[in-house]
């Protein structure tokens, strides 16, 4: 794998790491996480099987992994005037320098990670409810990626994040 790794394309950086134990429960920022292949982030909601969706008709989209870029918080406030951190966002990693809806379907690596983008992580109402924002509207096509997990590793802040070879 770190060969691999050494042969990427860096895009962007991981600004910060939120998990969440159960649904609701406010998101806690972390310097690192372990991901587990197949599964998710240790400690949080979707690999614990607590989250909002878990269970549900749909196993298999993606929710191992969110992200959400950081300049897309920024240009909601700027914009809209609707201030969403990180952690109110509800999403696990949020990076900066890449634009994450040109991963869905590419493979690409979170510091040691390998992971691959599923599908876009529209809004919905339950962020709307849980966060009495109106994020709904402003946050279509930019809430996010879904992505699973390929390998274990540990993911850190300020890690590199890198579209694999051939994924272009």
């Known amino acids: ?5 050494e042969q990427t394309r860096t895009l962007g950086w991981v600004e910060s790491i939120h998990v969440a134990s159960r649904e609701r429960v406010p998101m806690s920022r972390v310097e690192r996480v372990r991901a587990i292949a197949g599964k998710g982030l240790e400690g949080d909601r979707y690999l614990l099987g607590t989250g909002r969706y878990s269970g549900r008709a749909y196993p298999d989209e993606g929710r191992h ?36 809806n040109e991963l869905v379907g590419e493979r690409f690596c979170v510091g040691d990670v390998l992971c691959e983008g599923v599908r876009l992580c529209e809004p919905c109402l339950y962020l709307v409810e849980v966060t009495g924002k109106p994020v709904l509207g402003p946050l ?13 590793g540990v993911i850190g802040e300020g890690d590199p994040l890198q579209r694999v070879p051939g994924s272009d």
């Open 140 to 152: 279509i096509r930019k809430g996010g990626l879904r992505a699973h997990i390929l390998t274990d």
């Open 65 to 100: 992994v969110t992200l959400i870029e950081a300049e897309v918080l920024e240009a909601l406030a700027a914009r809209a005037g609707i201030e969403l951190t990180p952690a109110e966002s509800r999403r696990n990693i949020t990076t900066r320098g890449v634009r994450l």
């Open 1 to 5: 794998m770190v060969e691999a790794i």
